[in-house]
């Protein structure tokens, strides 16, 4: 099955720097990789996500980044802001023809951002 | 409000209790889920469903029980609950290809 693997599993940042999270995972079948960011007290929301057939992806503040051959994926924040502290889950899935197509979950990154 | 909904969202229960978590969703989607996670950890899946009368236990083993009798609906049963049982459980839903969306949660305390 899926492995997803998230570093780091903390993460403190001054307001205004960058903050980089980064996942790999093992299954080659994988090609929807999700992004969520869970504050506190609240449920998981997808960010961002990124398909296979695309290297990068943004949405203002924030991007994502694919490296199919490696088989990692990372999400990118830039100008970071209080309100961006939070947990954030990397997943990955992949899209097989017929049957469950599972979505494995990273262990979860806590964002810090001082102000 | 197309949505997905958790009841109880909070609740307090005695060692050997039966509970029954409720999760609903208005969404019209065919796969649901459920999650057991401790605040701002890692999220274990312990049931899912492909659609009506579809269950299948998770990566977690639990001492739980799940029914899909219909579509938006994916009740988890707790038969006797135990104080290892304290935790957050979400329930969450996807259609096809898209995003999975995350219900509000349920804390459970077993004392």
């Not at chain 1, 449920?43 to 199919?68: F, Y």
């Not at chain 1, 990118?76 to 023809?97: G, W």
């Not at chain 2, 001492?63 to 579509?71: D, G, M, P, Y």
Request: hydrophobic share 25%.
């Amino acid at each position: 099955g899926e492995n997803v693997e998230q570093h780091p599993s903390t993460l403190s940042v001054q307001e205004g720097d960058s903050a980089v999270i980064k996942c790999t995972y093992s299954d080659s079948a994988s090609n929807y990789f999700p992004w969520y960011k869970q504050e506190l007290g609240k449920r998981p929301q997808l960010i961002i996500d990124i398909r296979s057939n695309v290297g990068e992806k943004k949405d203002q503040r924030i991007a994502v980044t694919l490296n199919k051959t490696a088989k990692h994926f990372s999400l990118h924040i830039t100008e970071t802001q209080p309100e961006d502290s939070a947990v954030y889950f990397c997943a990955a899935r992949p899209t097989n023809s017929g049957g469950y197509q599972k979505v494995t979950f990273g262990t979860g990154t806590k964002l810090q951002v001082i102000p | 409000e197309a949505d997905i909904y958790q009841t109880p969202r909070y609740l307090v229960i005695g060692t050997g209790k039966k509970i029954t978590l409720e999760c609903s969703q208005t969404m019209g989607h065919d796969k649901m889920y459920w999650y057991q996670q401790d605040p701002g950890m890692e999220l274990h899946l312990i049931h899912y469903s492909y659609g009506v009368n579809s269950t299948e236990k998770g990566d977690l083993s639990s001492e739980s029980t799940v029914s899909r009798i219909r579509t938006e609906h994916f009740p988890l049963t707790l038969e006797s609950a135990r104080p290892s049982h304290t935790s957050q459980y979400l329930c969450a839903s996807r259609q096809g290809g898209h995003e999975q969306f995350f219900g509000p949660g349920t804390r459970l305390t077993v004392l």
